[in-house]
């Protein structure tokens, strides 16, 4: 890991000295979709093929409910497929990719691990942001269930658990 490749807003957890590793912390965390984030899409899924069903004598109708169904379903089988979508642990990270696979990191590639915010219509979102130079994983609360900003800190735990040099 290079030089200064965690930056983060400030917060308590990042305060601490890098040397200072909480006992609580496991050696292994993993970041999962809300397993009622994924319900919720699967019953969106479901009403909108029940929807498709009764109005199936309205063409235009017909058509955007069976793509709307279409496009709830595959968000609903990825977050079936790959509930994990981030790993850690002191030998890296393991981060889902495309659909539903997933690739191993070990700290050595990865080149910065940033947080990015933004504000748009007067809603603030934060990402995750993790660059290994040839790819960027982005992964918002959504994906990991959590601020982006607490798992930053926690993979700047771990990864000062593995003895890689930041």
């Not at 308590?12 to 292994?28: G, I, N």
């Not at 700290?107 to 940033?114: A, K, L, P, S, T």
């Not at 934060?126 to 290994?132: G, Q, V």
Request: with cysteine.
């Amino acid at each position: 890991m290079r030089s200064g490749a965690f930056s983060e807003e400030p917060s308590a957890a990042s305060e601490r000295e890098p040397d200072e590793v909480p006992e609580e912390l496991p050696t292994q965390l993993r970041w999962r979709v809300s397993t009622g984030f994924a319900a919720l899409k699967c019953g969106v899924t479901v009403v909108l093929v029940l929807a498709a069903v009764f109005l199936a004598d309205d063409r235009r109708a017909l058509t955007a409910l069976v793509v709307a169904a279409l496009v709830a379903g595959g968000y609903a089988l990825r977050d079936v497929l790959a509930p994990v979508r981030l790993a850690a642990d002191p030998a890296g990270i393991t981060v889902v990719t495309g659909f539903a696979g997933h690739r191993r990191l070990g700290w050595d590639e990865i080149e910065r691990v940033r947080l990015e915010s933004r504000t748009r219509a007067g809603l603030r979102s934060e990402l995750l942001e993790i660059d290994t130079g040839d790819t960027l994983h982005l992964l918002s609360t959504y994906d990991l269930n959590a601020r982006p900003a607490d798992v930053a800190a926690d993979l700047a735990r771990i990864q000062a658990i593995s003895g890689s040099p930041r």
